[in-house]
């Protein structure tokens, strides 16, 4: 059987996650790797056995045997090499955010709707096994009509470092590294509300606490402390047409006691806490019910979650499925976290109507 054959764009550590998938799935062959570091992509390129490495990312889309990329680089390149695998008729499969500005997102749009290729965002939350078992319950009506979510992602001491905070590469600090997982799941698994306004908050008050010692924390490939411009703490309260709302704190670092990774939406039947566990709250027969889900883990499995997201993304492209994260969703996950930027900036809240 002919084999799709993938190009990986970008050999830092989100790659590894992804060939590690792609390595487990038959229908595919791991076929050209490229990175501006080319030592790196080799070095991936002898650990999968990947056969076309390249320093270039042109002359990887040049290769016509390529049929499908996933982009893993710095989120300033996502638009550039979006548009430009999407234009060499290659389909796609974006890391997140899509981009850094609205204008960018509306641009690989374009290029995606007149290219016809499948485009993925790399929205890996919504592929987790609980996510899915969520929808179920969803889908059932369940949870009833969900009007509320709230999301905190917490860091006390976990700013990546590097390009993650040098807003020039990245387009900003624990909003849009972090942020974009969480207000992503919460529209998600709240039916894709249109957005109607944001009012945001953002704080640079304790940097990167590189100075901190005794506490190790993830650090990016090329790490480097003394590039941060971004904020360490950003809130947010997202509005929606319908009447619904998220409220969403995240940061890089902040004086916690702990790390804090809490998800929950409500519903008029029901609500469900997401994360750190799966369960669902209800009523029945006049009274609350916690309903704990029985399975082999109730919390976000990150190998899981991207095997999910990326066998899909090959059905998609063997054309059996649609993509589940398409790029239009990418535009408005921009729209609200540019509009919580603006907002913090200017002190007022976004409209969208
Ligand atoms: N889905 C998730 O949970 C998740 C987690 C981490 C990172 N990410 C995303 O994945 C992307 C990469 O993050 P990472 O942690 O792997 O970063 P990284 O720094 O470890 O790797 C990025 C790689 O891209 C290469 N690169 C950058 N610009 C390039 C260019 N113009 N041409 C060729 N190569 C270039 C760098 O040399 C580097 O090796 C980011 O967009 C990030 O937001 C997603």
């Not at 970008?10 to 570091?37: K, P, R, T």
């Not at 009506?141 to 979510?149: C, F, H, K, P, S």
């Not at 609500?271 to 704990?292: R, S």
Request: aromatic residues 8%.
């Amino acid at each position: 059987m002919k084999k799709l054959k993938i190009g990986i764009i970008g050999a830092g550590s989100i790659s590894s996650l992804h060939m590690d998938a792609y390595a487990n799935n038959n229908e595919v062959e791991l076929y050209a790797i490229c990175d501006m570091n080319v030592e790196r992509a080799q070095e991936k390129a002898d650990k999968y056995g990947i056969p076309h490495v390249y320093s270039n990312v042109q002359e990887l889309l040049a290769n016509p045997e390529v049929e499908a990329v996933s982009i893993c680089t710095w989120n300033n390149t996502h638009a550039e090499f979006s548009i430009a695998a999407v234009n060499a008729g290659k389909h796609v499969l974006c890391e997140k955010p899509l981009c850094q500005t609205v204008e960018q997102a509306l641009e690989v749009q374009s290029a995606v709707q007149s290219s016809g290729k499948v485009f993925q965002v790399g929205f890996v939350r919504r592929y987790g096994n609980t996510t899915q078992m969520l929808r179920r319950f969803i889908d059932a009506g369940d949870l009833g009509e969900i009007y509320y979510a709230k999301a905190s992602y917490l860091r006390r001491l976990g700013n990546p470092g590097g390009w993650f905070s040098d807003s020039k590469r990245s387009g900003g600090g624990p909003l849009i590294d972090l942020g974009v997982h969480v207000i992503d799941l919460c529209w998600y698994l709240m039916g894709k509300p249109k957005v109607q306004s944001v009012k945001g908050n953002t704080y640079r008050k304790l940097g990167n606490r590189a100075n901190v010692q005794h506490l190790s924390f993830y650090q990016a490939a090329d790490y480097d402390a003394t590039q941060n411009d971004v904020e360490d703490l950003a809130n947010a309260l997202i509005c929606f047409e319908n009447g619904a709302s998220i409220m969403v704190d995240v940061s890089f670092t902040l004086h916690g006691i702990k790390n804090d990774g809490t998800i929950s939406i409500y519903g008029t039947k029901g609500g469900a806490q997401v994360e750190p566990e799966l369960q669902i709250a209800t009523e029945k027969h006049d009274m609350m019910l916690n309903l704990l889900p029985q399975a082999d883990t109730l919390t976000f499995d990150f190998v899981a979650g991207f095997q999910n997201e990326i066998n899909h993304f090959v059905r998609c492209c063997l054309g059996t499925d649609e993509t589940l994260s398409p790029v239009e969703d990418g535009v408005e996950i921009m729209k609200i976290l540019c509009a919580v930027y603006e907002s913090a900036k200017t002190g007022k809240e976004v409209r969208f109507d």
